[in-house]
């Protein structure tokens, strides 16, 4: 599945090489009362209906939502309810590999190839090729099941990925480590080799090594996205922009890629209660699963040949926010019914999960418009709280 607004993705900051966390002082009240304003104009406008949570050093401080788990029925959210957070599965499956390294059971330089015979024509990509998508393998899932003809039912499985790259990839669309393009597939033979190094299934390393150890309890792979309301979990639907009216999201020919997203490991798949993803700010702390070493390798960014700066770093996104001058790591997902995403700034130890299941229409230009605004007007909120007065001038 392709994610078109990639600067809405997972967000970590990062301050020199060993993240700083000096707890600076949240105003919660102004933080709630700016949060409860804006759900509540989304709500009058009928535009962003979602659940917002907050979490500052390992607390819940806020949590709301201004739609519901199941539109159809009112079933209201609550802090347990399970979203399926697509790409935000990848900054799991970069996660991995960057443990995986610092155990020294491989090595990002690594050729891709070493792991996964199917590569071999393709014999300059390297691991970190795939994880900064910049290895010139830029398919996407939807665009390989019309190659190969699948049905809805059918399951894009592991060996049908990379028969198919042994076979007929045979010129990638540019060099490795030339530019960014944003790619599935890379993220796909990124969980075979998780499996490969652990002896283990792609989902069965990720519960154990962060799931369980974060206690991430809600999160879970699916083999499909949820049509039937069944309790603890989001159900997808669609605002008709004609009538303004929601009704559940059904899937039909334009949006059958999207039928199995959880038989396509290490792109997508996930589902995760907001309350849970915030856990993931634990990886990156003082006491995390990471060394300053490893740490380090998201505070930089690349310059292609071209002049064009990589801002893609293992699984997240790095840019530094003007004002409060911390470097912070994004990631988002986008899956025809959700759509969510997370902030995280670690020198505030402050991180906030959003995730929606209405899209307004299917018109993938104003969904993430609509969403980017949603952001823009959070972040004034955000400053607020953290003492800052005014946005930057652009």
């Keep these: 599945m392709k994610t078109s607004f990639i600067l809405l993705c997972f967000t970590i900051a990062l301050q020199g090489v060993v993240l700083s966390q000096q707890q600076t002082q ?19 406008q009928d535009k962003w209906l979602g659940q917002i949570v907050v979490n500052q050093g390992g607390n819940i401080v806020y949590s709301k939502g201004n739609g519901f788990a199941n539109f159809s029925t009112e079933r209201p959210y609550t802090d347990s309810t399970r979203f399926a957070v697509a790409s935000v599965t990848k900054a799991f499956t970069a996660s991995a590999i ?53 049905s809805d039912e059918d399951t894009l499985t592991y060996d049908l990925v990379n028969d198919w790259v042994a076979q007929n990839y045979k010129e990638p669309y540019f060099a490795a480590g030339s530019k960014h393009n944003y790619s599935n597939i890379a993220y796909r033979a990124l969980a075979s080799i998780i499996e490969k190094v652990s002896g283990q299934s792609y989902p069965d390393f990720l519960q154990e090594r962060f799931f369980h ?44 890629t999207y039928l199995n997203p959880g038989t396509d490991y290490g792109s ?8 849970d993803l915030t ?29 064009e700066k990589n801002y893609f770093r293992f699984g997240y996104v790095a840019t530094k926010t003007p004002l409060i001058e911390s470097w912070n ?15 995280y700034y670690p020198e505030y130890d402050l991180c906030i999960a959003m995730s929606t299941n ?8 104003y969904v993430d418009g609509e969403l980017i605004d949603f952001y823009g007007e959070l972040k004034p909120i955000l400053y607020a709280a953290l003492g800052v007065d005014a946005l930057p001038k652009k």
């Design 26 to 44: 949240l105003n919660i009240e102004a933080l709630a009362s700016g949060l409860d304003e804006l759900l509540a104009n989304h709500s009058r």
């Design 268 to 275: 997508y798949g996930l589902y995760i209660s907001l309350a």
């Design 213 to 256: 150890p974060l206690k991430m309890y809600s999160a879970e792979f699916r083999p499909s996205i949820l049509l039937e309301d069944q309790p603890g979990y989001a159900i997808p639907s669609i605002c008709l922009s004609s009538s303004g009216k929601t009704k559940p999201f059904t899937y039909g020919k334009s949006s059958s």
């Design 358 to 365: 209405r899209y307004p229409m299917i018109n993938r230009t």
């Design 329 to 343: 790591l994004r990631a988002s997902g986008n899956i025809l019914g959700f759509i969510s995403f997370l902030i």
């Design 98 to 150: 960057l443990l995986l390294e610092q155990e020294e059971k491989l090595n990002m330089l690594d050729k891709v190839k070493d792991y996964l015979p199917a590569y071999g024509k393709h014999p300059d990509v390297t691991i970190e090729h795939l994880v900064r998508h910049c290895s010139g393998l830029a398919y996407g899932s939807w665009q390989l099941r019309k190659k190969l003809k699948l």
């Design 279 to 307: 856990r993931l700010r634990t990886l990156w702390g003082k006491k995390g699963i990471f060394s300053p070493q490893t740490i380090d390798k998201l505070a930089a960014y690349d310059t292609f040949p071209s002049g």
